[in-house]
């Protein structure tokens, strides 16, 4: 009963709903949400392993301290270029953005 | 799926389970799908909690105190923060696309295909090989394996926080 599958099903799961955001939605901070997801599946995943896998297993753990502090100022740099578009664009939608298609 | 074969002996942990797992799967869908952003906003910051509460299921209460420090605390308010500057009423009725289709069949490919190679594995069979581990091992591993790594971190979040600085200092100079 208790096993690794039950929690990489509900990563999987995460995963498909981040994937999801990110292909239908056109609003810049609902495709931030869908990354966020995304990153907490993969968190999960580092977690999950570190407990059942690993022989020494503080190794996970610690990488999942590092992924989010990483996914912080991954969040801080993604909110301020989101506020930045907003400024000069008065527009979020992300398919309104083209001034960089090549 | 095999929880519900059991359904007569539910202990508490996997109660537990059960509860966080609808309270993470559904906050992630209404996160995407309210029509407000900032009740989506708010329903991230509920997923990053039961997040937490996952971490605190395997035993890495360390890790779960860290998310709820640093997510909840810090990015789930900026997130929301950000959400009522750049409010604006077009999203309330949002377009239906055909992007809408596409998303959902890909999630839909992407989860069953990666379900169905889960559950084919040998993971299923896999039991806990040790416990929690102490937070001064988890200290000691980040000092001594990981000190470059940690060092190179504390550099990254400076130069984000610098550029977020200078971005949120950009005028509308451009027309």
């Known amino acids: ?102 | 799926m095999k929880l519900n074969m059991e359904r007569e002996e539910l202990t508490m942990v996997e109660f537990a389970f059960i509860a966080l797992t609808v309270m993470a799967i559904s906050s992630a869908i209404l996160a995407l799908e309210a029509k407000e952003v900032v009740y989506g906003a708010i329903s991230l910051a509920i997923m990053l909690m039961a997040m937490a509460g996952f971490f605190i299921l395997l035993d890495a209460p360390f890790v779960a105190m860290f998310q709820i420090i640093v997510y909840v605390g810090a990015v789930a308010v900026l997130i929301l923060f950000t959400v009522m500057l750049v409010r604006r009423d077009k999203w309330l009725k949002p377009p239906v696309s055909g992007l809408t289709v596409v998303g959902i069949i890909t999630g839909l490919i992407l989860a069953s295909t990666f379900g169905l190679l889960l559950i084919n594995s040998t993971l299923g069979s896999v039991v806990v090989s040790s416990g929690s581990v102490s937070f001064m091992l988890i200290g000691v591993e980040l000092i001594s394996e990981y000190w470059v790594a940690l060092e190179v971190l504390a550099l990254l979040l400076a130069v984000s926080l610098i550029g977020a600085l200078t971005l949120a200092k950009i005028e509308e100079e451009d027309k």
């Open chain 1, 1 to 102: 009963m208790e096993s690794a599958l039950q929690y990489l099903i509900v990563s999987v799961a995460l995963f498909a709903i981040g994937v999801y955001g990110l292909i239908a939605k056109r609003n810049a901070i609902r495709l931030l949400f869908s990354i966020e997801i995304i990153a907490n599946s993969a968190i999960l995943n580092l977690v999950v392993f570190s407990r059942y896998l690993a022989v020494s297993n503080v190794t996970g753990r610690v990488f999942a301290l590092f992924a989010i502090a990483l996914l912080a100022a991954e969040a801080v740099v993604g909110l301020s270029l989101i506020l930045a578009a907003y400024r000069i664009r008065k527009d979020i939608d992300v398919l309104e953005m083209r001034e960089m298609r090549g």
